[in-house]
């Protein structure tokens, strides 16, 4: 059987259906391969999207016209405001997605395109001449041929999945792995490394003891993810607060000696942002108190997952452990947690647009370019299908920015900065973290979106106008001004706002805390808008002075780039710096201030730290 289509894209997880989507909406045929049609869309891990970072790469992957921000909104059991006390940088969102329908609604969606044929096969070898990717083969010895290929194997590349002593070849728990592809990779010259994740158990709702749990609940009339949504009302189904105890620690004390972590069974890096139960103990043994999450997979499953009880235990100190922690005492396992093994490809041999750099025509997206996460996944497959589809055209490719984007610092991170764990998307890895909101994502990339042409033409268009009423209306904020006439004093006195003695904007009337659009209305004609365009005057008038001076404070430090760092520095002396910038400062000992720059972890904020305390250690030497 031979067949031949546009593109093929290997992977029907989060990054292969973006891929696939952004490439069918560009008008390719395109073929999607993977292991288990029934598992397109599945969330390995817990099914939560969002928060810092993840949230504003789901609102910058909706305005490409990627689908994982508008899929979360129409399809989760809540949403949650997070920060909401916290500068307006930090405020974004995280959603419990409806596990089941998600996965079973995206499959719909693709088999809704007629331009898209999906098939149940295990690719296993690139077929290539002269360096360019002709197509690929399957185990069943199918060949099939395309333009371009997009490669986003996940977790499943030899993946084996660990739990205690015992382990086995899977893709993720109840899958199979894909054991030849890699080997083909490797043989037409990309580098294979192997990183490793966990998962923590899952168990049965029935069996938890409500009474000694915290019910949380998210917003009952959410904002959303997508710009596209509209949506009158929204699930606000619980989570469940409950915590760790001292008999917890001392179990897991206790079943340490059988941790995998501990032993030795698992030699390869994981992501330390997520640390699984045994590992906070190694590292924090004092602390008593972890919180535990207790958090509904699905309105079609009874099935709880368990967050922040990350282990690869074996089965019985699962159990033992899990015992301790009130609420569970009677728990019921379903599914027990394990960690994966698996391959990915060394990302620094990829250009921006994602193509590789070895094999002509042949993208990679996902986890298999060493990512953590299926935010970061989806925002790479649906550059990836951008790209390919732009290269078989003969288009040049959509390359996002370090300063437009997060997907542009996710992508210019994993080329160019080593990496000794699964990559996950945080603010700190911005240096504009003022500009690059969740809020204000479909504004920032408008125009990219335009040059990616993968979201309606005719939803463009009316952002577009949106985005022109926004600059308007705060252009003409910040040119009108208010007078300190006794009616004016008198209006502010009512509103118990402090009076003017001269002549101010209403632009800096309405950057006073307690104010907002609809307050300035007796000094200012103010007009009618929907909510997402006040949300932007606000934020635009409020923030311009600190959005200014975050630009301006990069472009100081960058000024200290040549800037040597003393070979004998202690970094552990070096006080504010965040534990995972000191450890990567430690680990790659950089001799110059560019160096720091290309260490992942290394915020802004430790930059201009460091070189604080550089610059006192020179001036101590000098006394
Ligand atoms: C145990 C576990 C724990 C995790 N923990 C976390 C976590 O704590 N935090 C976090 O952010 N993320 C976690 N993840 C990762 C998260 O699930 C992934 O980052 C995300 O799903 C990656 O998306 P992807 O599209 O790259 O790959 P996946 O979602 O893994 O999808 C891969 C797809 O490729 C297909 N496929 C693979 N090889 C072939 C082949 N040869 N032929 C045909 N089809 C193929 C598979 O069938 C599947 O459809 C975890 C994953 C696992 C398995």
Not at 383 to 393: E, F, L, P, V, Y
Not at 486 to 491: F, L, Y
Not at 600 to 606: A, K, T, Y
């Amino acid at each position: 059987m031979t067949e031949k289509c546009d593109i093929i894209v290997v992977g029907g997880g989060h990054a292969g259906i973006e891929a696939t989507l952004a490439a069918a909406r560009l008008g390719k045929k395109v073929t999607l391969f993977t292991m288990n049609i029934d598992c397109i869309a599945m969330m390995s891990c817990n099914p939560a999207m969002g928060g810092p970072g993840k949230s504003n790469l789901m609102a910058e992957t909706d305005i490409l016209g990627g689908e994982i921000a508008k899929h979360t909104d129409e399809h989760n059991l809540q949403i949650k405001n997070l920060n909401t006390t916290k500068g307006v940088s930090s405020k974004v969102l995280r959603a419990q997605a409806d596990k089941h329908h998600y996965r079973m609604k995206m499959r719909e969606k693709l088999e809704s395109f007629s331009n898209i044929t999906i098939r149940q096969e295990i690719v296993s070898e690139l077929i290539l001449e002269n360096s360019t990717i002709m197509g690929v083969k399957t185990e069943i010895f199918n060949s099939y041929f395309a333009l371009a290929t997009i490669l986003a194997t996940g977790t499943f590349l030899k993946g084996k999945v660990i739990i205690g002593d015992f382990s086995y070849s899977a893709g993720r728990q109840g899958e199979n792995s894909a054991e030849e592809l890699s080997n083909s990779l490797r043989e037409h010259g990309l580098e294979v490394f192997r990183f490793q994740t966990a998962t923590p158990p899952r168990i049965s709702k029935n069996s938890i003891d409500f009474s000694k749990v915290e019910e949380m609940f998210g917003e009952d009339m959410p904002n959303y993810f997508s710009v596209r949504t509209k949506k009158d009302e929204n699930l606000n189904l619980p989570t469940w607060l409950t915590h760790t105890t001292i008999e917890t620690i001392e179990m897991v004390k206790k079943n340490l000696p059988h941790s995998p972590i501990v032993k030795g069974t698992i030699e390869t890096h994981g992501p330390r942002h997520c640390p699984s139960i045994d590992r906070k103990v190694i590292n924090f043994p004092e602390k008593i108190k972890h919180q535990i999450f207790l958090e509904q997979e699905s309105l079609e499953s009874s099935e709880i997952y368990v967050n922040g009880f990350t282990t690869s235990m074996p089965a019985f100190a699962q159990e033992e452990i899990l015992k301790t922690i009130p609420g569970l005492e009677k728990v019921e396992i379903m599914r027990y947690g394990y960690a994966i093994e698996y391959d990915y490809v060394n990302p620094h041999q990829l250009k921006h647009s994602l193509e590789t750099k070895v094999i002509e025509n042949l993208f990679l997206a996902g986890q298999i370019n060493g990512t953590s996460g299926y935010e970061e996944a989806a925002a790479q497959g649906l550059i990836a299908g951008i790209n390919a589809s732009k290269k078989i055209s003969g288009q040049e490719p959509l390359i996002l920015s370090r300063s437009n984007s997060y997907i542009g610092i996710l992508i210019d991170d994993i080329l160019t900065k080593k990496m000794i764990e699964p990559y996950r998307v945080l603010p700190s890895r911005s240096d504009f973290r003022l500009s690059l909101r969740q809020d204000n994502a479909w504004r920032r990339l408008l125009e990219k979106s335009r040059e990616a042409g993968v979201l309606d033409r005719e939803v463009l268009e009316y952002l577009s106008v949106l985005d022109k009423q926004i600059n308007e209306e705060v252009k003409r904020i910040e040119e009108a001004f208010i007078y300190p006439t006794k009616e004016v004093n008198k209006t502010l006195e009512n509103m118990e706002e402090v009076g003017i003695k001269k002549r101010i904007s209403v632009a800096d009337l309405l950057r006073r805390e307690s104010m907002n659009y609809s307050k300035i209305e007796p000094f200012f004609e103010i007009k009618e808008f929907e909510k997402k365009e006040i949300e932007q005057i606000e934020i635009e008038v409020k923030y311009r002075h600190f959005i200014a001076k975050e630009r301006e404070q990069i472009i100081k430090i960058k000024e200290h780039e040549a800037f040597l760092i003393p070979s004998e520095i202690n970094y552990d002396k070096v006080n504010g710096l965040s534990n995972i910038a000191r450890e990567n400062l430690k680990d790659v000992k950089p001799e110059n201030i560019e160096q720091v720059f290309n260490i992942l972890g290394v915020s802004i904020h430790d930059i201009n730290i460091l070189i604080l305390y550089i610059k006192e250690l020179k001036k101590g030497r000098l006394i």
